[in-house]
């Protein structure tokens, strides 16, 4: 099973709102990382979780809060967001934590389709 | 730091043709390459990791090479197919950092 599982794959939130995205993988791996996908742009790294540490944060508002409840799940919390914030993001997953030697593939989620009204 | 680039920016080619994708990246202290397709509004599949002791990776019709002390790597499309049409994008890591993406190449393949 090499899949990462995204939910959910659309959503619309006005600026007060709070919502959260989630995340799943059941490879086993050890990193987990949150991009974010503007159109026809590559994606931009936010946070990478290693061992369910957070171990970069590419200085990411505050309004984006990531959490990682154990080492399958990972979740993007969202609250008082802009409408600059639309966009895709993409959760993915490698076999080592970031700055290890052994750093594997890269698997990515289809991604949630974020629109800010 | 490093940087990916990827050329041709966009490319339009008949059904059939056999087709080639350029990744040059500026840091050839890479510990690997990976290779990616994208369907529009979609995440991003892996098609090929080349390590860095690797030359070349194989996988059905695309072919991917790897010259470290260029910083060049190649995608090989043979035969293509309307169905490859999407976004390749290539990534790189070096050793203590994180991937590193080029802008991408968007193929369409005419029928």
């Known amino acids: 099973d090499t899949e990462v599982t995204q939910t959910p794959k659309h959503l619309v939130m006005g600026m007060t709102n709070k919502k959260s995205l989630k995340c799943e993988q059941h490879m086993g791996h050890r990193a987990m990382y949150w991009y974010k996908q503007k159109a026809k742009k590559p994606p931009e790294l936010m946070f990478v979780?290693?061992?369910?540490?957070?171990?970069i944060n590419e200085s990411v508002p505050s309004r984006f809060s990531p959490e990682c409840p154990n080492s399958s799940l990972l979740n993007l919390h969202l609250h008082a967001l802009q409408p600059e914030d639309s966009a895709l993001y993409l959760c993915?997953?490698?076999?080592?934590?970031?700055?290890?030697?052994?750093?594997?593939?890269?698997?990515f989620g289809e991604g949630s389709r974020l629109t800010v009204l | 730091k490093q940087e990916v680039t990827q050329i041709p920016a966009a490319l339009s080619v008949p059904e059939g043709e056999n087709l080639v994708l350029n990744c040059s990246f500026t840091?050839?202290?890479?510990?690997?390459l990976q290779w990616f397709r994208q369907d529009p509004g979609k995440g991003l599949t892996s098609l090929l990791l080349?390590?860095?002791?690797?030359r070349e990776q194989t996988s059905g019709r695309l072919n991917a090479s790897l010259d470290k002390s260029s910083g060049r790597s190649t995608l090989y499309i043979a035969a293509s197919q309307p169905g490859d049409s999407a976004t390749y994008l290539c990534?790189?890591?070096?050793?203590?950092?994180?991937?590193?993406f080029g802008p991408g190449t968007r193929l369409s393949v005419l029928p």
């Open positions: 993915a997953s490698s076999q080592e934590g970031a700055g290890e030697l052994d750093t594997g593939e890269l698997f």
């Open positions: 979780y290693s061992y369910e540490k957070l171990s």
């Open positions: 840091d050839s202290a890479i510990y690997n």
């Open positions: 080349i390590q860095s002791s690797q």
């Open positions: 990534a790189v890591i070096n050793y203590g950092q994180n991937f590193v």
